[in-house]
């Protein structure tokens, strides 16, 4: 089963606000990565963070790889209504038993109201 | 660059049956991993191959196995469908399966009826 904890589990915002969602875990990750999935679609990388601390933008989105690496969180500042999706943190381990497999949070439901 | 390739999009088979789905990653890539997509369970692993070798494996009954070819293509095969294999099956690619983000395709949608 899945071992991250991904919160909020779904969000109702209007246009224009901002968004804040983040996933915990009980054991360390290497990597958080940080994707959108749409209907229909496979998940969309967003943001990818490979150090604790580390602090990442890509347009209005911006990521943070939590410290104790245990955590980390997604934000999107002035929504827009194309942000409306599925969005999924998930985290891999290092060492050879982690090749190709990603824990995936239970993912966040964004509407964006016009 | 073109991306990762699944198919076919969408499959009905009914349980008993067996299915083979279809992976052809980012040109250089040669990790491929598969994953399950339940509403009930999420995003499950299910294995990784790199280099026609299968290095990683999730918790999935035997029905599950696949393969990778010289080319870096995979295919992912389930014997004895029952109908809680209904799932959207997606691929990624990377290009060594270590820690880099993946690229995921858009899925195959089997159902089993």
């Known amino acids: 089963g899945q071992q991250l904890n991904q919160s909020p589990q779904s969000m109702f915002i209007q246009e224009g606000e901002d968004v804040s969602m983040n996933c915990t875990s009980s054991?360390?990750?290497?990597?958080w990565l940080w994707y959108k999935q749409d209907p229909g679609e496979g998940p969309v990388l967003l943001i990818a963070?490979?150090?604790?601390?580390e602090l990442t933008s890509n347009g209005r989105l911006t990521a943070q790889f939590g410290i104790t690496r245990k955590d980390s969180f997604l934000n999107i500042s002035a929504s827009i209504p194309s942000d409306v999706g599925i969005y999924f943190c998930?985290?891999?381990?290092?060492?050879?038993?982690?090749?190709?497999?990603?824990?995936f949070g239970q993912g966040t439901i964004l509407t964006v109201h016009p | 660059k073109a991306g990762v390739t699944q198919t076919p999009r969408y499959l009905i088979k009914t349980r008993g049956q067996q299915v083979t789905l279809s992976c052809s990653p980012i040109?250089?890539?040669?990790?491929v991993s598969w994953y399950q997509q339940t509403p009930g369970q999420g995003l499950q692993f299910l294995f990784e191959?790199?280099?026609?070798?299968?290095?990683n494996k999730g918790n999935f009954p035997g029905r599950f196995s696949g393969r990778q070819f010289s080319n870096s293509r995979s295919e992912m095969n389930v014997s004895t469908l029952e109908l809680g294999d209904s799932a959207l099956y997606l691929c990624?690619?990377?290009?060594?399966?270590?820690?880099?983000?993946?690229?995921f395709g858009s899925g195959t949608r089997l159902t089993v009826v």
């Open positions: 054991s360390i990750f290497n990597t």
């Open positions: 990624a690619s990377s290009p060594e399966g270590g820690n880099y983000g993946y690229t």
């Open positions: 191959y790199f280099s026609e070798t299968q290095r």
């Open positions: 998930a985290g891999q381990f290092a060492g050879g038993t982690s090749y190709g497999k990603l824990t």
């Open positions: 040109s250089g890539h040669r990790s």
């Open positions: 963070l490979y150090k604790a601390g």
